[in-house]
């Protein structure tokens, strides 16, 4: 959680993550893997009366951005943003 930044913030230092995640490959006794990554951004999570709303929220938007593909910024009112 990230109190204090705005949701543009958040998504932005989100998309960062997201681009240097996406950049690296990790050395596995399996071999060389990259690791593909999701990411929920809220407004403001103490809008949620329950912790069990917040996670099934959640939840939806990340099999929403999995369906979109890899690597995805969600919030609610956008569309899974993705970085190549």
């Known amino acids: ?21 996406a950049a690296r490959e990790f050395e596995l006794e399996q071999g060389i893997h990259k690791i593909t990554l999701s990411i929920v951004a809220e407004r403001d999570a103490s809008l949620h009366r329950r912790v069990d709303d917040l996670i099934n929220q959640a939840d939806g938007f990340l099999y929403t951005a999995k369906a979109q593909g890899h690597n995805r910024v969600c919030s609610p009112g956008t569309e899974a943003e993705g970085v190549a």
């Open 1 to 21: 959680m990230l109190n204090e930044t705005s949701l543009e913030e958040a998504i932005t230092m989100a998309e960062r993550f997201l681009q240097r995640i």
